[in-house]
């Protein structure tokens, strides 16, 4: 997906509810290259309407090697955000938006590859 | 005999559960899981079943057939109930299509202050995930 959406010039950030430390651990081991952001006070979350309250939820793992977790963490009910897309033009406008009604499910990358084409196809 | 309905339920529910969690990573959860559902439900089911035949036995109810079909409705309750809860309360939503993105500050992985302002004339897919685990 990602050549896709370096062809359009459409740079990613995600922001969850995790704390700093929390979201320095899951770039690392995963390897991610997007510009992760943490909202542990779920400012920003409730600033645009994204929050689900206490819902069951799995931390990262505290048994660690080599500061990688070996697993997920016990489960808790914590805030955490609804899955939600955004796509927005250099302008600043949203020109798209997907959430999950059902968050075990998340945008596919046909949906989210269509939306970019058709947003910036015409333009670019 | 009860033994071996105990093992078996316990078997189903647990690769049930393995087999969901493996589809996880890889983005393929099933938007209706109604195997795995079926599963479960067969695996509480013998779970119980072992549990009565266990009990009318006239040797007293045995602590492996006990611990293994208690093991097996637990855990096959607590996939039932999660999927109960796979719902979210969608229609708080604050922003819409053409709206100004909000500008917010955030904190990036590395520590450094993030601010919306960096966006300007940048295309930006902006993602709200449940975090990492």
Redesign the interface.
């Known amino acids: 997906m990602r050549p896709a959406l370096a062809k359009h010039a459409v740079s990613v950030i995600a922001l969850s509810k995790d704390t700093v430390d929390e979201v320095a651990i899951h770039k690392q081991r995963d390897g991610l290259t997007l510009t992760l952001l943490a909202d542990p006070e779920l400012e920003v979350i409730r600033q645009y309407g994204v929050e689900h309250h206490k819902v069951l939820g799995f931390s990262t793992g505290s048994l660690m090697l080599g500061g990688i977790p070996l697993g997920p963490g016990g489960p808790s009910f914590k805030t955490m955000a609804i899955p939600t897309s955004l796509l927005v033009d250099e302008d600043g406008r949203i020109v798209w938006i997907d959430q999950a009604d059902d968050y075990r499910l998340r945008s596919s990358n046909g949906r989210v590859l269509g939306a970019v084409e058709t947003a910036f196809s015409s333009e670019s | 005999m009860a033994g071996g309905i105990s093992g078996a339920a316990l078997v189903i529910v647990l690769s049930t559960w393995a087999r969901y969690l493996s589809l996880i990573p890889r ?1 393929r ?1 099933p ?1 209706r899981p109604l195997g795995s559902v079926i599963l479960q439900v067969l695996g509480m089911t013998l779970a119980v079943a072992a549990i009565l035949e266990n009990y009318w036995s006239v040797d007293g109810p045995a602590a492996g057939v006990v611990a293994n079909s208690t093991t097996a409705v637990l855990m096959g309750a607590f996939f039932l109930w ?1 999927l109960a ?6 229609g ?11 500008g ?1 500050t ?6 450094a202050i ?1 601010s ?1 302002d960096e ?15």
């Open positions: 983005g959860v938007a999660l809860q796979r719902k979210t309360p969608v708080d939503l604050k922003v819409g299509v053409g709206d100004i993105l909000p917010f955030a904190t990036t992985s590395d520590g993030f919306t966006l300007d004339g940048k295309r930006v897919l902006l993602k709200f995930f449940r975090g990492g685990w």
